[in-house]
Antibody
């Protein structure tokens, strides 16, 4: 079992930056690949980025590539998402979630989720 | 990117009904297909992964099937707690993608 708590959301103007955090407790954070998934108001789910358990590999949604950076600190059991050059279309609830591996791994994807943190990009 | 298309988008049903939701992938995802349930204001909850593996703690009235590009989620006897939105999701290749969702409403 692992508990995830996101923080760092808020209202920000277009073009500005925000850093989200996801604090993990209850299990071995470092054995999970970690993802960010977002959901715009009234819309469906959209995968955003992933980092492997060891921090070596990362992948991004094309529309955030070059603007968002995922990172993790396994000593602090924390995942981050640095979001730069924010756009109105980035407005969403951002969730962190686990998977057993970064590709074709044994076990369920997105087994554990946080409660989400709302990011609103508006002038 | 692999596009995931669910049908129907909305489904009206009664308690006790058998319900089936279909998910089609734009290319084969092999066995790498999961289903999630989401209730308003809550994070999604995984129901099924690897097409048909029931996640621990999920009631056995939920089942998944299919292969390649066409998949189904079936609820054998709809319960009051099952009224929610359901998403399929492929995890064979990045970007991992979700269907647009199927809202199961009370008839």
């Amino acid at each position: 079992q692992v508990q995830l708590v996101e923080s760092g959301g808020g209202v920000v103007q277009p073009g500005r930056s925000l850093r989200l955090s996801c604090a993990a407790s209850g299990s071995t954070f470092s054995r999970f690949a970690m993802h960010w998934v977002r959901q715009a108001p009234g819309e469906g789910l959209q995968w955003v980025a992933v980092m492997s358990h060891d921090g070596i590999n990362e992948y991004y949604l094309d529309s955030v590539k070059g603007r968002f950076t995922i990172s993790r600190d396994n000593s602090r059991n924390t995942l981050y998402l640095q979001m730069n050059s924010l756009r109105p279309e980035d407005t969403a609830v951002y969730y962190c979630a686990t998977s057993p591996g970064i590709a074709l791994a044994v076990g369920p994807p997105f087994e554990y989720w946080g409660l989400g943190t709302l990011v609103t990009v508006s002038s | 990117d692999i596009q995931m298309t669910q049908s129907p988008s909305t489904l009206s049903a009664s308690v006790g009904d058998r319900v089936t939701i279909t998910c089609r992938a734009s290319q084969s995802v092999s066995k790498w297909l999961a289903w999630f349930q989401q209730k308003p204001g809550k994070a999604p909850n995984i129901l099924i992964y690897d097409v048909s593996r029931l996640q621990g703690g999920v009631p056995s009235r939920f089942s998944g099937g299919g292969s390649g590009t066409e998949f189904t989620l079936t609820i054998s006897s709809l319960q009051p707690d099952d009224f929610a939105t359901y998403y399929c999701q492929q995890y064979v290749t990045f970007p991992w993608t979700f269907g647009q969702g199927t809202k199961v409403e009370i008839k």
